[in-house]
């Protein structure tokens, strides 16, 4: 049992630093267009990982999977993101003033998620107490839907190949995290029962 106990404090420990790096890498690519070029996308980008950040180090630790393939497409899924550039040179697909409330949505909607989970908040799979108010009411996974809303804005922001090839692989990988969450999920009785009524994953009558 204190093997296991140690694993897992290890496992989380690695996981928060991995965060910290990721972030600090974040900080640091994007420094001019959040804090000297003032781009309000990137900066409303910048403001989801620090709140993933902040809700990381205060969670309160659940039952978590110790599956190496869990682990994989959570941590993947989650701070891959933060490998995107934003590059002021090209050309946006849409004006900011569609983007810039399409990001900010999917801010909100995040944070409401997170706010709604408090310390229960995770980002490896794991058993924990099931949430059913506020956005987790219209789909099963809000918190996501606000990553790919807000994912989506800084995309047709700043359209390069290179964000397309990242953003790619991380909702490739946060597919496999839901599946991944919804398989510790549904042995529990209130989950199945939540979330006979709340039929949609991730994008209201879409998926």
Known sequence: MSS?????????????LFLLGMSSYFIHVNYAPVFVQHSFVAFLYLTEALFDTVFTLCRKPGKISLSKEDWTVAVL???????????????????LFLCGPLALTGLLLSLSAKLSLRRSFGIIAAVRPIKTSGPYRLVRHPMYFGY???????LMQYPTLWNLGVLSFTWGMQFLRIRA??????????WQVWSSGVRWKLIPFVF
């Open 181 to 190: 969450e919804e398989r510790l999920l549904s042995t529990q009785v209130p």
């Open 148 to 154: 790919l809303l807000l994912n989506l804005a800084f």
């Open 77 to 95: 899924g989650t701070y891959g993101s933060l490998l995107v550039v934003a590059n002021p040179g090209v050309h946006p697909l849409a004006p």
């Open 4 to 16: 296991l106990m140690a694993r897992t404090s290890f496992i989380e420990l690695t996981e928060r």
